[in-house]
């Protein structure tokens, strides 16, 4: 049986449904993403740049999902500007081709951790590495290579 294709099966961008970015708590039931729309256009160009899956472990979040879920208490998912993201099969997410596609595509906030990667269009870029006990770093790393990336 094919089922109907419904709202939440629009592409909001290339190979991205509004579903899979859309808040899934209780309240929005998958009914809310106001995404910002450079983000999309980001995901755009990365996702025509890679040319293989990423999957959204975590789109637009509503306040009372964040909070419940341990997000940060400014978390730009509350803004529609940021995507937790992961790939099938065995993907690197500490690569520095993958760090340089992603600078490249215009992500400007970048959290990264051997299994988590979080991306957004924040205006001033900051980059972060996770730690194991929950807190997070400056990633030296990826400030360096924003530099060679926009020739500043
Ligand atoms: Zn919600
Ligand atoms: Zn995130």
């Known amino acids: 049986m094919t089922a109907i294709p419904g709202p939440l099966d629009i592409e909001i961008a290339p190979h ?31 996702r025509e740049r890679r040319n293989s899956q990423i999957m959204v472990v975590s789109g637009f979040r ?9 997000g940060a208490r400014e978390s730009k998912h509350m803004l529609g500007v940021a995507l937790d993201v992961g790939f099938p099969g065995d993907v690197d997410l ?14 400007r906030g970048i959290g990264r951790s051997e299994n988590r990667l979080h991306i957004d269009v924040r205006e001033r870029a900051y980059f972060w590495r996770y730690l194991a006990n929950g807190k997070h770093e400056r990633d030296a790393r990826a400030h360096l290579m924003l530099k060679d990336v926009s020739g500043r």
């Open 94 to 107: 500490m690569d520095d081709d993958l760090l340089g596609e992603m600078l490249a595509c215009g992500f």
């Open 16 to 46: 991205l449904r509004l579903r899979e970015v859309a808040c899934q708590c209780a309240d929005c039931l998958g009914r809310t993403a106001p995404m910002n729309v450079r983000l999309l256009q980001a995901w755009a160009y990365w």
């Open 62 to 70: 509503c306040a009372r999902h964040n909070a419940k879920v341990g």
